[in-house]
């Protein structure tokens, strides 16, 4: 299955869901689910609803975290 996540190609080798696919991609970032914000296919999906996501072949996601700082 091939997605895209923030804009880079990703190859999938088991089907998953959204949840899944944001804690595998959150270890390698250290960033924390509660500080991010996700649309696939350019719609938001509500954090409730990352573990009744699945992921399909084609979907777009972006994943954004919030930068605090000044």
Same mark, same amino acid.
């Given at each position: 299955m091939q997605i895209v996540f923030n804009g %880079?190609? /990703?190859? #999938?080798?088991?089907?998953?869901? #959204? *949840? %899944? #696919? #944001?804690?595998?991609?959150l270890s390698e970032t250290h960033a924390s *689910? %509660?500080? /991010? =914000? /996700?649309? =696939?296919?350019?719609?938001? =999906?509500?954090r409730h609803n990352y573990q009744s996501f699945n992921v399909s072949d084609g979907d777009t996601i972006e994943m954004l975290s919030a930068v605090v700082g000044g």
């Open positions: %880079e190609p /990703v190859q #999938l080798t088991t089907p998953c869901n #959204l *949840l %899944e #696919l #944001l804690q595998r991609k *689910l %509660e500080n /991010v =914000v /996700v649309a =696939v296919n350019q719609d938001f =999906v509500h």
